[in-house]
């Protein structure tokens, strides 16, 4: 069986985004990317909401081959690494109507799922042989995932500072327990391994 694992970072008050949607509330440090680049090494397949594919198709495809920027963090060379796997690595994107434009730099490495078929595709994936499936960002997707019993494993990244108000990470209750917690390295997040109650031994 291959696991689902959901990464991603929230506010100590638990919003994974601002007012209106602003994701740069968030503590998205060298450590954030670093955990997320861990991930991206030991899956084989990217599991994202069209809002989300569309923001990351737009910027990762570049990073790893852009000029050479030593005041830009964003072309570390952990962010490189992760560009490369991001343009190498299998994605599904869920959605009902969304078309690939022929330009799109994924194009040949994404297939478009819908929102009926998704949770027949997903269990049929996991059923399979190979690394894990991932799901960065896609709150709206990773909840459906979780209400259905599909979710293994959720990587809460936490964030130092509260906001009071924002996007919340979950849209309805759910029982977890957690089963690693610690502080980043050189980070002020700290990472919140939790697995649903149901499937804790």
Do not use: C, Q
């Not at 790893?64 to 072309?75: E, G, S, V, Y």
């Amino acid at each position: 069986m291959r696991p689902l694992i959901v990464s991603t970072a929230v506010t100590l008050d638990g919003f994974v985004a601002g007012p209106g949607g602003n994701p740069l509330v968030l503590n998205l440090d060298p450590a954030f990317d670093a955990h997320n680049l861990g991930l991206m090494r030991d899956a084989d397949t990217i599991l994202l909401g069209r809002a989300s594919f569309e923001l990351f198709g737009s910027f990762w495809p570049m990073v790893a081959d852009a000029p050479d920027d030593p005041a830009n963090p964003a072309l570390s060379a952990v962010n490189r690494e992760f560009s490369r796997r991001y343009n190498d690595i299998r994605k599904l994107v869920v959605s009902d109507n969304y078309e690939i434009p022929d330009a799109h730099p994924w194009r040949g490495t994404t297939t478009v799922v819908s929102r009926a078929e998704l949770r027949d595709r997903v269990e049929s994936e996991k059923a399979g042989d190979g690394g894990a499936i991932v799901v960065f960002a896609s709150h709206i997707l990773w909840n459906n995932l979780l209400a259905d019993g599909l979710v293994d494993r959720i990587d809460l990244i936490v964030g130092p500072d509260a906001i009071g108000e924002g996007i919340p990470a979950f849209e309805r209750p759910v029982r977890l327990t957690p089963v690693e917690t610690r502080i980043l390295d050189g980070s002020r997040n700290t990472l919140i391994r939790y697995v649903p109650a149901s499937t804790d031994s």
